[in-house]
């Protein structure tokens, strides 16, 4: 069966996505953390800590898709503000990594366990508040292939910054 074959597919790469994160960072130091990209952007440190943060909002989210048929999620107060305040709030290029990697595997972990065994958790919807005030159903199985996703394309910027920064001049670095 197709779908049972893609949710099996999306649930590998889900469970997989602390390793491609892993291997992306493998062998990286201080300094490449905190390098600037050429074209402007965010750090490796804050891709990181964003990937994390993205997996921890949206665990509330599955939860709540588990729950009560009709639940409501919204992001609302998240939306209040830019990606990038919610950097400095969240004090990104202060940080180490090494909570939020845990974190990221213990919630993957975590969100496996609760949904794998359920037969009907892949089906199950919570309903999220949009910008302009309605709702949108969103699945189990769609939030946790966006999760997937979310890690794979991170790394793979993550990759292509750790590339810039062997072939090019000195980057810049934080402050």
């Known amino acids: 069966m197709a779908e049972t074959?893609?949710?099996?597919?999306?649930?590998?790469?889900?469970?997989?996505?602390?390793?491609?994160?892993?291997?992306?960072?493998?062998g990286i130091g201080e300094p490449e953390l905190d390098a600037i990209p050429a074209q402007g952007g965010w750090t490796i440190r804050k891709i990181v800590h964003h990937i994390v943060d993205g997996d921890?909002?949206?665990?509330?989210?599955?939860?709540?898709?588990?729950?009560?048929?009709?639940?409501?999620?919204?992001?609302a107060w998240y939306g209040q503000l830019s990606q990038d305040a919610w950097t400095e709030r969240w004090a990104y290029a202060q940080r180490p990594l090494d909570g939020s990697l845990v974190l990221l595997r213990a919630i993957r972990s975590h969100v496996l366990e609760l949904v794998e065994p359920?037969?009907?958790?892949?089906?199950?919807?919570?309903r999220v508040r949009t910008p302009v005030g309605g709702t949108e159903r969103v699945t189990v199985g769609d939030v946790i292939a966006m999760q997937a996703d979310h890690v794979e394309h991170h790394a793979a910027r993550i990759l292509a910054l750790r590339r810039e920064f062997a072939?090019?001049?000195?980057?810049?670095?934080?402050?």
């Open 5 to 26: 074959d893609d949710k099996a597919a999306v649930l590998a790469r889900y469970r997989n996505g602390p390793a491609v994160l892993d291997r992306a960072l493998a």
């Open 56 to 75: 921890d909002l949206w665990k509330i989210g599955l939860k709540i898709a588990l729950g009560p048929a009709d639940g409501e999620f919204t992001l």
């Open 118 to 126: 359920i037969p009907e958790a892949w089906a199950r919807a919570v």
């Open 167 to 175: 072939g090019g001049d000195e980057p810049t670095r934080n402050p």
